[in-house]
């Protein structure tokens, strides 16, 4: 359903017809067009839904003008976000590394003042993201960061809303980005979801994944699940979860970064997802796993015992 023109831009003249529109549900920016586009891809694919009272575009300009962006600490990185909730809501994380500074993830707001912010504390040198539900306003980041580079997995190339010279895609499963970063390939949520395994910054003993939802924390924050669709409660099938375990068998983590503010796994993190891996395989197994006097699962893996409690 379109939206009336003063709704899309009230200050549009024929030199600012064009605007790249932005995803009120799910924070996704499109190429530049006239009229917003009929549908959001993002949001009508059956991972995500669109906003209960239908379609409806924002820009980036308006979103500016109603938003703060949020730039604070998440355990031991400082996070990026928007002030009061809009869309998903995106949470990015800013990772020092030997190359300079990676921005993780993305979000639909970017202001001068965060700029500024980003700048006063290193700047970013280049921009990776784990899949397609946080490429939200991500050329419009890179442009504002000087036009720094986009890392996206290859697999999720169908994804890219607003096509930029920036984006640059890489393949394979797994990428060095510096010595104490690299991208890890974890496809499940989606075809080229991928995580940064990286330094942590305020402790260099300690090591960090940064998932996205790529692996997805669960409420308990000792867990991990993994999700075709969080909100439409899709969940992926054994083999992938079988190939997730191969993937990051052997890959030593402490902590586990998901994908919005303070939903991570602090302190024991790499054998909580192998717990979880084993939980998930045993909760869709055919089996009848439900003890009917308890109410209970009854199988061993949801007693594996993994470490708990919060470093900070
Ligand atoms: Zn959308
Ligand atoms: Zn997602």
């Not at 023109?5 to 003249?13: D, F, R, S, Y």
């Not at 797994?174 to 991928?194: E, N, V, Y």
């Not at 939903?263 to 084993?278: Q, T, W, Y």
């Amino acid at each position: 359903m379109r939206r009336t023109v003063a709704l899309m831009n009230p200050n549009a003249t024929s030199e600012t017809l064009l605007d790249c529109y932005i995803c009120a549900t799910c924070g996704t920016q499109y190429a530049p067009s006239v009229m917003p586009p009929e549908a959001c891809r993002v949001c009508t694919d059956d991972r995500q839904h669109v906003g209960w009272d239908g379609q409806r575009w924002t820009t980036h300009a308006e979103l500016a003008a109603r938003h703060d962006v949020r730039i604070e600490r998440d355990g031991a990185f400082v996070g990026v976000g928007i002030v009061e909730r809009f869309a998903i809501p995106q949470r990015a994380l800013l990772v020092p590394t030997s190359i300079g500074t990676v921005m993780w993830d993305c979000t639909s707001v970017v202001t001068a003042d965060a700029i500024d912010a980003v700048n006063r504390i290193g700047g970013v040198a280049l921009i990776a993201i784990s899949h397609p539900h946080f490429y939200s306003s991500m050329v419009e980041w890179a442009e504002a960061l000087g036009g720094v580079p986009i890392l996206l997995h290859g697999d999720d190339a169908d994804w890219v809303m607003r096509p930029s010279p920036l984006i640059r895609h890489w393949h394979g499963d797994r990428l060095a980005l510096a010595d104490d970063a690299t991208l890890i390939h974890l496809p499940g949520h989606f075809p080229g979801s991928s995580a940064l395994l990286c330094a942590d910054p305020t402790d260099t003993a300690r090591r960090a994944l940064l998932t996205g939802d790529s692996l997805h924390v669960a409420g308990d924050r000792r867990h991990i699940t993994v999700m075709h669709s969080v909100p439409n409660y899709l969940p992926v099938g054994p083999a992938t979860i079988r190939d997730l375990r191969r993937r990051l068998d052997g890959v030593a983590f402490d902590d586990l970064y998901g994908f919005t503010w303070g939903l991570n796994v602090i302190g024991g993190a790499d054998a909580a997802v192998a717990a979880s891996f084993e939980r998930y395989l045993s909760a869709i197994s055919d089996r009848d796993a439900v003890d009917p006097r308890s109410n209970q699962r009854s199988s061993s893996a949801s007693a594996t015992m993994i470490p708990s409690g919060p470093r900070r």
